[in-house]
C-alpha cells in the first residue's frame, strides 16, 4: 500500500499536539465538534501555529446547520479568513451554497481567491454531499480552482458512501483532490482505501477526560436543549490514530 495521507479533525490546540506525535500528516483545525466543527478562535490558531509542523487546515463555519449565509455571516467570515491567513493558516475550509443547494460561484470564488492569492489552499468541505449532483457541484469546484475537496460520498458514513467516493476520484482525474471522511477508523480503514483507491483520508477519534469543576452542582446544565455530560471533556484519542495508521502500513 502506498501511503496515504491522515488528516485528523481536531477541535483544540491539544488536538492538534495529540494529531501531531501520533503520526497525522495535516490537521483541520476547528471549535465544536459536536456541532460538526465551527471556526475556531484566532487565539487558537496562533498557539497552534507556534507548535504545529504540519500543516493546519482552518475551518470557517460560523454556526450550525446548513450554507447559506446571511451578509452579516458572510462579514464575519471574510474578516475571519484574512485574519487566519495573516496568522499562518496554511489552507482554508469553507463552502457556501444557494437556496437550492447548489454552490455559491461567487462567494466560493472570492474566498478561495484568498487563499490562493497567499498561496494557501482552498477547501470546500461536506457542504459538497447536500450538492444535488455531485459530478456537476464538482465541476463547479474544478472551475474555481479548488485544492481539495472533503466528502463522505453524500452519505452519512463515507463506508456506505465507498463506492461514489470511487467515482467522483476517477471523475476528478487529479483535476482535484478528494478528500474522503467520516465514519472511517482503524477498523475500515484498509478496506476502504483498497475499494476507493484513495491516497488520503480524513477523521476523527476522540476520548473523554474528566472534568471535576462541576461536580458539585451536577444538576446545572450550561447549553441548549441537548443535555451531554459536564463532567468530561473530548479529547483527540492518539492511540486511535496510532492503531489507524497501522493500519494503513505507517
Known amino acids: 500500500m502506498n501511503r496515504i495521507t491522515m488528516e485528523i479533525c481536531c477541535g483544540s490546540f491539544e488536538d492538534v499536539l495529540i494529531a501531531q506525535t501520533s503520526g497525522a500528516d495535516r490537521v483541520e483545525l476547528n471549535s465544536a465538534m459536536f456541532l460538526g466543527g465551527l471556526t475556531p478562535t484566532l487565539g487558537c490558531l496562533i498557539e497552534v501555529k507556534k507548535k504545529a509542523s ?52 461567487g462567494r466560493m470564488k472570492e474566498f478561495t481567491d484568498i487563499c490562493l492569492d497567499a498561496g494557501k489552499e482552498a477547501v470546500c468541505h461536506r457542504a459538497f454531499d447536500v450538492t444535488p449532483d455531485p459530478f456537476a457541484a464538482l465541476d463547479t469546484l474544478i472551475e474555481l480552482n479548488i485544492t481539495r475537496v472533503l466528502t463522505s460520498g453524500q452519505q452519512p458514513s463515507v463506508i456506505t458512501g465507498a463506492k461514489l ?29 483498497k475499494k476507493t483507491g484513495t491516497n488520503q483520508v480524513h477523521f476523527a477519534v476522540s476520548t473523554l477526560r474528566t472534568e471535576p469543576s462541576t461536580a458539585i ?34
Open 54 to 105: 504540519i500543516p493546519v487546515m482552518t475551518m470557517i463555519r460560523p454556526r450550525e446547520a446548513g450554507f447559506l449565509y446571511s451578509d452579516y455571516e458572510y462579514a464575519v467570515m471574510k474578516n475571519d479568513a484574512r485574519l487566519f491567513i495573516e496568522h499562518g493558516a496554511d489552507g482554508l475550509v469553507f463552502g457556501f451554497l444557494n437556496p437550492d443547494g447548489t454552490f455559491d460561484k
Open 165 to 193: 467516493v470511487a467515482e467522483l476520484i476517477k471523475y476528478a482525474a487529479g483535476r482535484i483532490e478528494i478528500l474522503p471522511g467520516a465514519g472511517l477508523d482503524h477498523s475500515n480503514m484498509a478496506d476502504f482505501v
Open 217 to 250: 452542582n451536577p444538576g446545572i446544565y450550561f447549553g441548549g436543549a441537548l443535555y451531554p455530560r459536564e463532567d468530561v471533556v473530548s479529547v483527540a484519542d492518539g492511540e486511535a490514530i496510532r492503531l489507524t495508521a497501522s493500519a494503513l502500513g505507517r
